[in-house]
């Protein structure tokens, strides 16, 4: 079989802001949930389509900290649907060798979830293919300062000065810290922010923006995305003279 991949340089880490289930669902006339159903599908595809192109890790932005302030019963409804979701596709991740990594404060969520993540992410801890992180009840400030808090009590306890503290220690205590940095992050709908999402980890990060609401992001789309990252030069902080020389 022919990889359709192989032609385009792909990303190590792909990270991805699902943007637009609600405003896909309205030009539908349909209510919210409606879009949240069919944006669950979509990341089975964008999933599978991922680890076969040969991704390492992909993160996917699918509730944070800030969604707590939606209508009670969209959230209820994202809670449920979370629930489901972490139930019936265990068994998908495990047979096709992926792991799973929840990135967040799972303590926000009910017994039932945190129950489900646990189980879940053992389940799939040994396998040895592409890693889905699902970043839910997570902030990128809330990610820093959980870090920090880490390494204050080592300073508290003696263990570290205060002076000792490097960007190294910091990176490797936020989220995904012992994963590489995302190199790609898309994001659907037209909007061009990252909505606090892994503010430290994508200080170098290649961004594409795509007016597609998530659930209608498909195969193509996702070429679109990799092939517009294997047109960039990534520099961090060289010049194109010594990229020259480095090749």
């Known amino acids: 079989m022919t990889n359709q991949w192989a032609d385009i340089s792909i990303p190590k880490h ?29 990341v089975r595809m964008v999933v599978e389509e991922s680890a076969r192109a040969g991704v390492e890790v992909l993160t996917l932005y699918a509730f944070s900290s800030e969604n707590w302030r939606r209508p009670k ?44 993540i646990a189980k879940a ?23 820093i300062t959980q870090a920090m808090r880490k390494l204050a009590k080592r300073v508290q306890q003696g263990d570290l000065q205060p002076d000792d503290i490097s960007e190294e220690m910091i990176g490797h205590e936020v989220m995904l810290g012992d994963m590489p940095p995302p190199d790609l992050c898309i994001r659907t709908a037209g909007e061009q922010r990252i909505s606090n999402f892994l503010l430290w980890q994508m200080a170098y990060t ?8 998530w659930p209608d992001f498909d195969r193509e789309s996702l070429r679109k995305a990799f092939e517009s990252f294997s047109s960039r030069v990534r520099r961090f902080g060289r010049t194109d003279d010594q990229l020259d020389q480095e090749t």
């Open 14 to 42: 792909v990270a991805i802001i699902m943007d637009g289930n609600n405003r896909w669902a309205k030009k539908r006339l349909l209510g919210g949930i409606a879009g949240h159903k069919a944006a669950v599908k979509n």
């Open 121 to 143: 992410e053992a389940e799939t801890a040994g396998n040895t293919g592409m890693m889905l992180a699902v970043a839910a009840n997570y902030g990128g400030h809330w990610d």
């Open 73 to 116: 019963d969209e959230v209820n409804a994202l809670m449920d649907l979370f629930l489901l979701a972490l139930n019936r596709e265990v068994k998908k991740l495990a047979r096709n060798n992926l792991r799973l990594r929840i990135v967040g404060d799972v303590t926000g969520f009910s017994p039932a979830i945190q129950k489900a």
């Open 206 to 213: 290649e961004f594409y923006f795509t007016s597609e609401f």
